[in-house]
């Protein structure tokens, strides 16, 4: 082997030398990245499992409070039912009662008016079934009226037309002013423990 053959020689050497030099140094690089790698894709991991864990909760939270209002909203409207179911079978009894008991509470609710002047209002089926001593029934009660021949556009009850003012005792008109009350008095009944 001649000079030439052994500096080549020599230089495929020194070559494979720093090839394997190189390539130790890129593998171990490339074991450090991949551990960092490693390390961060864990901590990535981590991150998004308690972002998602996070997400259910929320998800959770807003579910378990749309529930609640729904059922809330539910609740509400089916005691908002039972109200009117039970508000018109209270006018229904009312409007049915027997002539004497429902005169009863016409004159009870002219006391309230007691001192009054004016013309009674009632609707056509009251007109035909009105006492004969309605008029001074409602005097005893404390209310000086006539009785107005044309009827009134109201369900029960009467209207007392005092010149420009008149005053509604329409048993509807009643219930519908005294509703609040009437459906806390319901309320307690029917939905209170």
């Known amino acids: 082997m001649g000079g030439g053959d052994k500096i080549l020689n020599r230089i495929n050497a020194d070559c494979d030398k720093r090839i394997e030099a190189i390539n130790a140094d890129t593998a171990q690089k490339c074991s450090d990245i991949m551990a960092e790698a490693q390390i961060q894709a864990a ?19 807003a579910a378990k409070s749309r529930a609640e209002l729904e059922t809330r909203n539910a609740l509400l409207k089916k005691r908002r039912e039972e109200i009117d179911i039970t508000y018109k079978s209270v006018l229904a009894q009312l409007t049915s009662l027997a002539d004497n008991e429902y005169f009863d509470i016409i004159y009870a609710l002219a006391k309230k008016l007691s001192g009054k002047e004016g013309v ?31 009827p009134a556009n109201i ?25 609040d009350l009437i459906e806390d008095l319901i309320n307690h009944e029917l939905f209170v423990s």
């Open 43 to 61: 901590e990535l991991c981590d991150d998004i499992a308690k972002k998602a864990a996070a997400k259910v909760l929320q998800i959770k939270s």
């Open 155 to 179: 369900s029960s009850g009467f209207i007392l037309k005092c010149g420009d003012i008149e005053e509604n005792m329409d048993f509807a008109a009643i219930l519908a002013d005294k509703r």
């Open 120 to 150: 009674v209002m009632l609707n056509t089926k009251d007109l035909q079934r009105a006492p004969d001593d309605f008029i001074s029934k409602l005097e005893q009660s404390g209310v000086k009226a006539q009785l107005c021949s044309t």
